[in-house]
């Protein structure tokens, strides 16, 4: 059999990943190739939302499976949007990392040793907003660019922190670096975060096969969950939306629980709902859970006012004095 093509950014992350699958792939006796991609997400130093937001990183990995210039690709689920690709599937979505995010912080600080008015670095508005509901008065400073450029910033002392995903340090051998895994009853990861999805054309029923041997059940029915409340809620690329699902052991077995956070980025609104199922049924859990959320008010913090209807906008704060509200 001819090598399986395996498109990869250039990026140390994209790498990092697209070497673990091929590893995983060679392992179980198959033959892989990395073939480079590059991508507008990797040149450009723009805000995301400028230069095309969600889905940005993986188009041009789509372009070339669409092509067959190559025959899987490997994103980090996160950054693919919830729309399904037409022609397009994903045949594995593998054991998952840690989904945590992580404080590196100066001097090995924690969170609630940073001293007030302490500077930490992210670009995203849902760390931006959990960092605010904390209320520890930090001033969050909005950064972007590779894993690289934003520990950079903390070495120059230009920050005394900044916040990243956790597995995307553990990819990279960093984990090291570390001061503190955040814990997700304050900050709630993004959706996906920590999975991997390998895509394939929906026509390659080999590549399919080979690739599905590395499908983690578990990881799958999380994801699942975590982005159809991302779906439901309708949320733009850039709203303050966190979900993590877990599979605990329940009283009569596994299930799985699906909490989420939608906010305001100032932290003014901080709402956290979660749910718990069958894991079978983690699209059903998610929908429910965005539902829930949107009773209580989220569509005014995760939809872009545009996209509002103005008469829905009039009944939107029915009672006029914006009350901080913090519910666990
Ligand atoms: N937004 C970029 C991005 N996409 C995936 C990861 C890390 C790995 C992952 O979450 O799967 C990162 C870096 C980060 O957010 O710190």
């Known amino acids: 059999m001819t090598a399986l093509r395996l498109g990869t950014r250039r990026s140390a992350l994209a790498v990092a990943q697209s070497t673990g699958v091929a590893e995983r792939l060679r392992a179980a006796g198959h033959d892989v190739e990395l073939v480079p991609i590059v991508t507008e997400g990797d040149t450009s130093n723009a805000p995301l939302a400028e230069i095309g937001g969600t889905g940005l990183f993986a188009s041009a990995l789509r372009a070339a499976l669409h092509e067959g210039r190559i025959d899987l690709a490997v994103h980090s689920i996160k950054d693919l949007p919830t729309t399904p690709e037409e022609g397009l599937v ?23 040793e940073l001293p007030t008015g302490a500077r930490v670095g992210t ?110 809620l309708e949320a733009g690329c850039s709203a303050p939306v966190g979900a993590l699902a877990e599979v605990v052991e329940g009283l009569e077995g596994p299930e799985l629980s699906l909490r989420a956070f939608v906010g305001a980025i100032d932290g003014s609104v901080d709402l956290r709902r979660s749910v718990t199922g069958l894991v079978a049924d983690a699209a059903r859990l998610g929908t429910q859970l965005a539902h829930r959320l949107l009773e209580d008010g989220a569509a005014d913090l995760t939809r872009p006012p545009s996209a509002a209807d103005p008469s829905a906008a009039a009944v939107a704060h029915p009672s006029a004095p914006h009350v901080p509200e913090r519910i666990q």
């Open 90 to 112: 994903i045949a594995a979505v593998p054991g998952r990392e840690d989904p945590r995010d992580a404080l590196v912080a100066r001097d090995g600080l924690t969170l609630g």
């Open 123 to 232: 670009g995203s508005p849902r760390r931006e907003a959990q960092l605010n509901a904390l209320g520890l008065g930090l001033e969050v400073v909005g950064i972007r660019g590779n894993v690289d450029t934003r520990l950079g910033t903390l070495a120059r002392g230009e920050l005394d922190a900044v916040v990243l995903a956790r597995a995307g340090l553990a990819r990279l051998g960093r984990l090291g670096e570390i001061t503190e895994s955040l814990d997700p009853l304050q900050m709630l990861p993004a959706p996906g975060q920590g999975a991997l999805a390998v895509e394939c054309r929906a026509d390659d029923g080999p590549t399919i096969r080979v690739v599905g041997e590395l499908d983690d059940e578990d990881a799958r029915a999380c994801v699942t969950a975590e982005r159809s409340l991302l779906a439901a």
